[in-house]
Nanobody
Framework: VQLQASGGGLVQPGGSLRLSCAAP????????ISWFRQAPGKEREGISC????????YYTDSVKGRFTISRDKSKNTVYLQMNSLKPEDTAVYYC??????????????????WGQGTQVTVSS
């Protein structure tokens, strides 16, 4: 299962970005797809997921109300819309998938299928 994340870039505080995760149909159909991020010097953390079964979503407190995860099965893509971005959102963002439940906590160890990271930098 090969995933590909894209859409990162440089944005000012308060701005928006939309990340995309292109995934094979099997992942969109059978897997939970999650977004993780890793800031310099910090561990990778799971921030959001979406279930293939029923579209259930989950967000960590740090992004709840600002980020929205969604999927377009016709395009085999999962999106992460990021609004009201803060400097502390600066990180490399990764998408991952596996046959797990979409629920807290989103653990790196539960995912075997990863995309390459995309850099998000929030700075003025």
């Amino acid at each position: 299962v090969q995933l590909q994340a894209s859409g990162g870039g440089l944005v000012q505080p308060g701005g928006s970005l939309r990340l995309s995760c292109a995934a094979p149909e099997v992942a969109l159909t059978y897997h939970t797809i999650s977004w993780f991020r890793q800031a310099p010097g910090k561990e990778r953390e799971g921030i959001s997921c979406i279930s293939s079964r029923d579209g259930t979503t989950y967000y960590t407190d740090s992004v709840k109300g600002r980020f929205t995860i969604s999927r377009d099965k016709s395009k085999n893509t999962v999106y992460l819309q990021m609004n009201s971005l803060k400097p502390e959102d600066t990180a490399v963002y990764y998408c991952a998938s596996d046959a797990v439940l979409c629920m807290a906590p989103i653990l790196v160890s539960e995912y075997d299928h990863w995309g390459q990271g995309t850099q998000v930098t929030v700075s003025s």
